[in-house]
T-cell receptor, first 112, second 117 residues
Framework: SQQGEEDPQALSIQEGENATMNCSYK?????LQWYRQNSGRGLVHLIL?????REKHSGRLRVTLDTSKKSSSLLITASRAADTASYFC????????????FGTGTRLTIIP | DAMVIQNPRYQVTQFGKPVTLSCSQT?????MYWYQQKSSQAPKLLFH???????NEADTPDNFQSRRPNTSFCFLDIRSPGLGDAAMYLC????????????????FGDGTRLSIL
């Protein structure tokens, strides 16, 4: 299965600190995406990084991708209480990319 | 605003009683997905429509079926819900312009939480 694994499963930090979560996957990909899910809500797309990219920024978010290690990281800088959510990585398959496979998720709690 | 809307947000049904969940989109996306998500787990793809073409995941139970009468609407039918089918059901859409959907974001509705009595 392509399903990614995220690490850590849960993370609690103080407001203002940086949060880093990691995603590992098993097979070659074309693209990797990160999503946020607030409790009881749907997923919201955050950022997409292509397999030929190594780093991407969007506001307070920084994503890195290491295809040789089949891993990605999401860094949220200067965290806010509103960042409390679950974060999922999702990958497409190198061949046949009509769908995404989601990782197991990291539950992030920001302590005010 | 263009969006994905799921109705109802909460659905309670009895064990074995058929239930239908609905999803509509104003994004005019050609691909629609249904996911099942259980507590603290990743969304699990049940099936997706690429235009009118239906694609079932190998491990989706026969109990689950779907209909897409037009671009805007998609339905999830659970013929005989069991206790194990209690979950959040998420609908999502994406657009494929011919280069694959992996390079496009998926847009999710807020889900329907299904409870089985």
């Amino acid at each position: 299965s392509q399903q990614g694994e995220e690490d850590p499963q849960a993370l609690s930090i103080q407001e203002g600190e940086n949060a880093t979560m990691n995603c590992s996957y098993k097979t070659s990909i074309n693209n990797l995406q990160w999503y946020r899910q607030n409790s009881g809500r749907g997923l919201v797309h955050l950022i997409l990084i292509r397999s030929n990219e190594r780093e991407k920024h969007s506001g307070r978010l920084r994503v890195t991708l290491d295809t040789s290690k089949k891993s990605s990281s999401l860094l949220i800088t200067a965290s806010r209480a509103a960042d409390t959510a679950s974060y999922f990585c999702a990958t497409d398959a190198y061949f046949g990319n009509e769908k995404l496979t989601f990782g197991t998720g990291t539950r992030l709690t920001i302590i005010p | 605003d263009a969006m994905v809307i799921q109705n109802p947000r909460y659905q309670v049904t009895q064990f074995g009683k058929p239930v239908t969940l609905s999803c509509s989109q104003t994004l005019n996306h050609n691909v629609m997905y249904w996911y099942q998500q259980k507590s603290s787990q990743a969304p699990k793809l049940l099936f997706h429509y690429y235009d009118k073409d239906f694609n079932n995941e190998a491990d989706t139970p026969d109990n689950f079926q779907s209909r897409r009468p037009n671009t805007s609407f998609c339905f999830l039918d659970i013929r005989s819900p069991g206790l194990g089918d209690a979950a959040m059901y998420l609908c999502a859409t994406s657009r494929d312009s011919g280069t694959g959907v992996g390079n496009q974001p998926q847009h999710f509705g807020d889900g329907t939480r299904l409870s089985i009595l």
